[in-house]
């Protein structure tokens, strides 16, 4: 059963491109969840969605950031025109069961994305 | 802003001592879990423990939840070179997701 997938692990981007980070959950997890990681610092909340639908972006920049989880694929974390400022670690999480009752959460091995 | 707040920020022992880690928090949570993370790495869940629970055990990781004091700690004892790692706690309350502290840095000298 393989875990949480991500890729690419590691992406370069210059500024005002645009930056695609993928995730393909746990098998039978509905549930998925990003976070950004900055060096030396922990996991900040970005996003919940279920499939076809955003549970809780109040943790997603209003502007440039983007997520969705469709009905089939992976679900997709999108950054319009980069800064220098998204360089990070980004994580995706999943689970069979969300809401106040979530247990653990699977995460992949994380997107690093360099914007320079 | 950040639930839990991981002390010590670092923390480096010699092999075979314990490490003990901290983590406090603000609101009221349904559990409170801890996750380590190997440098470059993703998160690995370790442990959850309710908020009816007051302790809890898995190999060598001792886990205590005080709800009174908002405040859990993470016992690893026996420490062996391959525990190095930045160890989280993050809890779940009544928002989706879990909430992350910035983490202790563990080192195990050998």
């Known amino acids: 059963n393989a875990g949480v997938m991500q890729n690419p692990r590691h992406l370069v981007r210059r500024r005002g491109q645009e930056a695609r980070l993928r995730c393909s959950p746990m098998?039978?997890?509905?549930?998925v969840y990003w976070y950004r990681q900055l060096p030396e610092e922990g996991l900040k909340f970005m996003v919940y969605?279920?499939?076809?639908?955003?549970?809780?972006e109040s943790g997603m920049p209003k502007e440039r950031f983007s997520a969705e989880f469709p009905k089939e694929g992976p679900s997709i974390l999108r950054i319009q025109q980069v800064v220098r400022g998204d360089s990070a670690a980004y994580f995706c999480?999943?689970?069979?069961?969300?809401?106040?009752?979530?247990?653990?959460?699977?995460f992949g091995e994380g997107s690093r994305l360099t914007v320079l | 802003s950040q639930q839990g707040e991981e002390d010590p920020q670092a923390l480096s022992i010699q092999e075979g001592e314990n490490a003990t880690m901290n983590c406090s928090y603000k609101?009221?949570?349904?559990?409170l879990q801890w996750y380590r993370q190997n440098s470059g790495r993703g998160l690995v869940h370790l442990i959850l423990?309710?908020?009816?629970?007051r302790e809890k055990h898995s190999g060598r990781l001792r886990v205590t939840l005080d709800t009174s004091k908002k405040s859990s700690s993470l016992l690893i004892t026996a420490s062996r070179a391959a525990d190095t790692a930045s160890y989280f706690c993050?809890?779940?309350?009544?928002?989706?997701?879990?909430?992350f502290g910035k983490g202790t840095h563990l080192i195990i000298q050998p």
């Open positions: 999480a999943s689970s069979p069961t969300g809401g106040p009752g979530t247990g653990e959460l699977f």
């Open positions: 098998k039978g997890h509905s549930h």
């Open positions: 969605l279920q499939k076809e639908n955003i549970i809780d």
């Open positions: 609101t009221s949570i349904n559990n």
């Open positions: 423990i309710r908020s009816n629970e």
């Open positions: 993050a809890t779940q309350g009544g928002a989706d997701g879990l909430t």
